[in-house]
């Protein structure tokens, strides 16, 4: 209270000084160099009202407590920087239509840099997901071959076998092979598990590259400082990147609807992996529950079991921050108005201060 109170005495002191000021240098102007101040000229007789009123209003001071101006030329002109720099290209099809190629409705736009982002990391996840997968993929069933060929020929040899020596040799040769066989399917399950969710990514990249290249397009035509209410921003937001929209931040909206999709497809290729893993568990474990498989077995379930919660607790996270960043944005959403508190000295007549607060 007593810091308030200080900083308002100085505000005031401040604005009585100025005239003060102001008088005092045109005195001693006067006494130092009287030849070089020029008598204020006499008032012209009154020889007829003005009537007009257009002459009036362009006479007629504005109004110095007008929402978003301050008065001040060099604030009110101050340009407003934005994440969607101005462009010439204003064509919304021709915008849609570059869209199509991830990152084009950037480059149309003229944003080079988010473009080349959006084009790079989809260009790798497209080569992670096809190329790269398919590599592995050929590579882990030509490891896989020589173990079935040798579970194959274990087999035809217990099968022909006679002797109880040999029959025992050729089973535990045989389970060694089929042990190895399972790891490789099991490795290559786990690729087809990480393939699934990256090419999910892949797929709400492009789409947040499309929404932003909507939003690129709308802010640059549309573009409004208007207070929006923070109420309609949270009933919007029950609906996920609909608080988003409330807001016009599209690309904002396409960000969210890209983690959602792949948090969501992680979910569910994760819990894929635990079935897959149980099914791997309750087999294994009639066999020995003390084995080394066994216990791999056990810990690629928790694994995947953690991996499945934790993208839970991200789209939870997700979705709260979809909320409370629509309620910021549309709090903040006149944010780019130059200020709202205006103190102005007016020296005619003396001092007149006035204050607007928006809240």
Known sequence: MFFRSFIMGVVLAVLFAV?????????????????????????????????????????????????????????????????????????????????????????????????????????????????????????????????????????????????????????????????????????????????????????????????DAFGIWYNNNYRSVELKSMKTALLWSIIPGFGQMYNREFGKMGLLYMAFIGSATSIWTSQNMVEYYLDRKHLVEKESTSSEEYERVCERITYYRKNRNQYIWAIALIYLYSVGDAAVDALLSDFDNPMHLAVLPRLEGGVQALMSFDF
């Open 19 to 211: 005239p003060s000021f102001a008088d005092d240098n045109l005195a001693e102007k006067v006494a130092e160099h009287p030849a070089e101040v020029e008598p204020a000229p006499e008032p012209a007789p009154e020889t007829a009202a003005v009537t007009d009123s257009s002459v009036v209003d362009s006479v007629a001071p504005a109004d110095p407590l007008q929402k978003g101006k301050t008065g001040i030329v060099a604030i009110d002109t101050l340009t407003v920087n934005e994440w969607d720099i101005p462009t010439s290209h204003n064509s919304l099809p021709l915008t849609l239509l570059f869209a199509i190629f991830p990152g084009g409705g950037q480059y149309y736009t003229e944003h080079y840099v988010r473009g080349g982002f959006i084009t790079g990391i989809e260009l790798l996840l497209l080569y992670e997901v096809t190329a790269n997968k398919s590599y592995q993929d050929r590579r882990v069933r030509e490891q896989t071959k020589p173990f079935q060929d040798s579970v194959g020929i274990y087999t035809q040899w217990l099968l022909h076998s006679s002797t109880r020596d040999s029959l025992e040799y050729y089973h535990e040769k045989r389970a060694e092979f089929v042990a190895r066989v399972r790891e490789k399917n099991d490795k290559k399950m786990e690729q087809e598990d990480l393939r699934k969710a990256e090419t999910a990514w892949m797929y709400g990249l492009y789409l947040y590259s499309f929404f």
